[in-house]
Structure formats: structure tokens, C-alpha cells
């Protein structure tokens, strides 16, 4: 167990609609990073943030956007949800020199 | 822009040794990190480099040239379990974590 919590695990709905994914980092870790991983893909990088102001940003869709809580949870959403936003989500957390911890992932899937 | 590659899939035999090259472009460097992961699972840590030399952990070691921008992961004893993909990923510029594409490894009787 990583420490990192996502849910829900599975998410099923149909293109057009908005979805919000939830993580919560392992205690003491003040990032949070998200990732997405299409099928038979590599990891591709949307964007972290650090103790709740963003830090990073990668080739994250204007359709997405994310934020982090002042409890450091996270959230990601994906609206107006096309078929090619069928994915894992991944959101990981770490700390300075530690390497990143993931939780297990959401699926999503699009209709 | 940041650049990793590794080869997309190795195969190899149960109780061999394997091989798995990573070499990479990036700006600023901080750590190289690699992560086994099973298909449709999460990511699990293997190793970190950060300085120049071989790392072991067990049946895997981890070997890192700054100057070369060259690391690899060394599985010795191999296992079916170890049938997986391997993540190399640089720590870069702001605590980022890129990962390169990824290599399916499949161990064979």
C-alpha cells in the first residue's frame, strides 16, 4: 500500500459529460501529481502542485483543470469528455529527493 | 523539451540475467528514478540514482552516467513475476518526474 488514496476506482460516462477524480496524498507529502496513461501507453504528465498553489504544468487539455486543498487532497476534472479520454489516472505524491508514490489509479471510461 | 528512451519490449528466460537501457535528454537533472509496473496497476518504486555508479537492491541493480545521460536496470535471477513493464523517469527542473514510454519485459519458461 502506497499511501496514496484515488477514487473512485472505476468511472463509466458518456462523452460531453464532466467527471471529477479525487486524491489524497500519503501523510506528510505536500505534492501532488497527476498522470494520465492511455492504453498500452506511456505515462504522460498533466500537472502538479505543491502545498495548494500549482507547480508544474504538462500537456494538460483546457478541458482539465485540477486543484489542490488546503487538507492537500487533490482533485482533477475532465469536462465535455471525449472517447480518447478513456485513460488510467494516476495522481502520485512525494516530498523533496524522495521518489513518487502512486495510488492505484482511476479508470475512466468514456461511452 | 525532455527526451527518454528506452526499448519498448525485451524478452527473456526464468533465472536469467536481463538488461534494461534508458537513456535520456533533459533540462536540469535530479535524480533518475525507475518503477515496475503491471498492466492496469499502479507504479511501484524500484530504485533512485542521483550520483554517478551502480546501485543494488536485492535481484535488482541500477547503474546511472550523468555525463553519458545513460542508466540501466539490471535484473538478475529473473522470475515470471518479474513479467512487467519498467518506467525509467528524470527528475528534472522544478520536481518534475518525466518517464520514458516504458519496456514490457516477458520472462519465459
Known amino acids: 500500500d502506497s499511501g496514496v488514496t484515488q477514487t473512485p476506482k472505476h468511472l463509466i460516462t458518456a462523452t460531453g459529460q464532466r467527471v471529477t477524480l479525487r486524491c489524497s496524498p500519503r501523510s506528510g507529502d505536500l505534492s501532488v501529481y497527476w498522470y494520465q496513461q492511455s492504453l498500452d501507453q506511456g505515462l504522460q504528465f498533466l500537472i502538479q502542485?505543491?502545498?495548494?498553489?500549482?507547480?508544474a504544468k504538462g500537456n494538460i487539455l483546457e478541458r482539465f483543470s485540477a486543484q489542490q486543498f488546503p487538507d492537500l487532497h487533490s482533485e482533477l476534472n475532465l469536462s465535455s469528455l471525449e472517447l480518447g479520454d478513456s485513460a488510467l489516472y494516476f495522481c502520485?505524491?512525494?516530498?523533496?529527493?524522495?521518489?513518487?508514490?502512486f495510488g492505484n489509479g482511476t479508470r475512466l471510461t468514456v461511452t | 523539451g525532455q527526451n527518454i528512451d528506452q526499448p519498448t519490449e525485451m524478452t527473456a528466460t526464468e533465472g536469467a540475467i536481463v538488461q534494461i537501457n534508458c537513456t535520456y535528454q533533459?533540462?536540469?537533472?535530479?535524480?533518475l528514478f525507475w518503477y515496475q509496473q503491471h498492466a492496469g496497476e499502479a507504479p511501484t518504486f524500484l530504485s533512485y540514482?542521483?550520483?554517478?555508479g551502480l546501485e543494488e537492491k536485492g535481484r535488482f541493480s541500477s547503474f546511472l552516467s550523468r555525463s553519458k545521460g545513460y542508466s540501466y536496470l539490471l535484473l538478475k535471477e529473473l522470475q515470471m513475476k518479474d513479467s512487467a513493464s519498467y518506467l525509467c523517469?528524470?527528475?528534472?527542473?522544478?520536481?518534475?518526474?518525466?518517464f520514458g514510454g516504458g519496456t514490457r519485459l516477458m520472462v519465459k519458461p
Open positions: 523517469a528524470v527528475r528534472h527542473a522544478g520536481n518534475m518526474l518525466t
Open positions: 533533459t533540462s536540469g537533472f535530479n535524480g
Open positions: 540514482n542521483v550520483l554517478d
Open positions: 502542485y505543491y502545498n495548494g498553489e500549482e507547480r
Open positions: 502520485a505524491s512525494g516530498s523533496p529527493n524522495s521518489p513518487l508514490h
